[in-house]
């Protein structure tokens, strides 16, 4: 079966400290956005190649909710070593401290760090093997 492409989408409390988190840190780029669409305002961010993108929506008039729990999680597998430690530092040159794992188990090959609304990113050293 195929499904071609995925999108992740989510509310948050403020667009823009979200989008640096995952511009400036993680390094997504802008691919598309939208203003008062029936009332929401979104941002799409991704990276050139790969079948996925982030979107983040604002409700006008409505605060959205934190992150149900320190569990919920985005995990990118990074396979090569220095390539993981570039991004882990691209993170901390964005400003984005890292934060101790829910479950230790993302602590032991990765690194976890938490975006404004409280959802958290592990950027785990090693392949995806399933």
Do not use: I
């Amino acid at each position: 079966m195929d499904m071609g492409k995925m999108r992740v989408a989510r509310p948050t409390r403020s667009l823009a400290p979200v989008v640096r988190f995952y511009r400036e840190g993680l390094g997504f780029e802008l691919r598309g956005g939208f203003e008062d669409h029936a009332g929401f305002d979104g941002v799409m961010l991704g990276c050139p190649g790969l079948p996925y993108h982030l979107e983040f929506t604002v409700e006008r008039g409505h605060e959205a909710p934190r992150a149900p729990s320190k569990e919920h999680l985005l995990v990118f597998y990074v396979p090569q070593r220095d390539e993981w430690k570039a991004r882990v530092k691209r993170m901390v040159q964005a400003g984005f401290e890292p934060v101790r794992s829910h479950n230790p188990y993302w602590d032991v090959n990765g690194m976890t760090f938490e975006d404004p609304d409280g959802y958290r990113v592990v950027l785990y050293q090693g392949e995806w093997t399933r």
